[in-house]
């Protein structure tokens, strides 16, 4: 039987799509280990077998330890792993691409690079998050303006909608303890909704430290990303977690939001919405779910194909 040294990485042929997965699976005080593909969360209770290939996110919470076994299969399948604490948020994630092609990230960088086009695609994300809303004339300190009033306006109306008293967002890093209990949900809300938004856009092969709205962070484009279903999505089940108690508000909280992402499709909707973002007005070329398809740049943005020696091109 071969070793997992000498196991051969997957293709992304062979990995599962990540719309089609589970958009996340939290453990806590146990032991996880690899068994064949599959990983295995071991505690008091005993053994749980979950497959690997059909995880999005996998969240580490407080009492967990993982081999590095557990680790390779993760990364193989294209999983991203995030450490995660009841008493503070800690994010940590990786994961790699579910594609061999950099024309998503290529697309990425060019409308980054481009203030006007970083802008347009800022506006673009306003536009899916508050589609009532036309924000072609606002500036970028304008769009912030906009934004944040909005989700003030979410926060009451799920206020209101729920009957759960509310005084305001307030979040003490390092203490999830501190804030009321609708505070410790949108906190635990924020928590998931970042791993599934990591999965995403590790899987797509984009650049997570890119952002068009968040800057200087190497998540950037990954808060970017779960803000889009923040007050849609995010916050309402946050609101009716804290209506039914106060209780457990963060493992209730992140039931509800997995109930609530696979019922809507979120990772489907999710892919689609960065594919629109970042080719807005062509289709992903047919290689995109090819296999390993690799060129080299000429000039005036040609690509010859590589793998061969072009000295005889060159004129001294």
């Not at 005080?29 to 690997?52: K, L, Q, Y």
């Not at 695609?121 to 912030?144: H, I, N, Q």
Request: glycine content about 8%; proline content about 4%.
């Amino acid at each position: 039987m071969a070793t997992v040294a000498q196991r051969r990485a997957s293709s992304p042929r062979d990995l599962t799509r990540v719309a089609e997965r589970i958009s996340f699976i939290y453990l806590e005080r146990c032991v996880v280990h690899r068994e064949d593909n599959a990983i295995t969360a071991e505690d008091a209770d005993g053994t749980t077998h979950i497959p690997s290939a059909t995880i999005g996110t996998l969240l580490l919470g407080p009492g967990t330890r993982i081999t590095h076994q557990a680790m390779s299969v993760l990364a193989d399948s294209g999983a991203a792993v995030a450490w995660v604490g009841e008493q503070g948020v800690r994010y940590y994630a990786g994961g790699r691409a579910l594609t061999r092609s950099s024309a998503l990230v290529e697309a990425q960088a060019t409308r980054w690079a481009n203030l006007r086009t970083r802008l347009d695609v800022a506006r673009a994300m306003y536009r899916l998050r508050f589609p009532d809303e036309d924000p072609s004339g606002l500036t970028r300190k304008g769009l912030l303006g906009h934004e944040g009033i909005r989700v003030k306006e979410c926060y009451r109306q799920q206020a209101r909608r729920t009957g759960v008293p509310w005084h305001g967002r307030h979040y003490v890093p390092g203490d999830f303890t501190a804030g009321d209990a609708p505070n410790q949900a949108i906190t635990a809300a924020g928590q998931c909704m970042y791993g599934v938004a990591h999965a995403v856009v590790a899987a797509l092969g984009c650049a997570t430290g890119l952002g068009f709205i968040h800057s200087g962070h190497e998540l950037s484009f990954v808060l970017d990303v779960a803000d889009l279903y923040k007050t849609e999505i995010g916050i309402p089940v946050a609101f009716d977690v804290a209506a039914e108690g106060t209780e457990d508000i963060g493992s209730r909280t992140r039931r509800a939001l997995r109930d609530r992402i696979n019922k809507t499709r979120l990772l489907d909707r999710c892919v689609d919405d960065i594919k629109t973002l970042l080719l807005p007005t062509q289709p992903l070329p047919a290689s995109h779910e090819a296999g390993d398809i690799v060129t080299l740049q000429s000039d005036r943005e040609v690509t010859v194909p590589a793998g061969r020696n072009y000295a005889e091109a060159v004129t001294w």
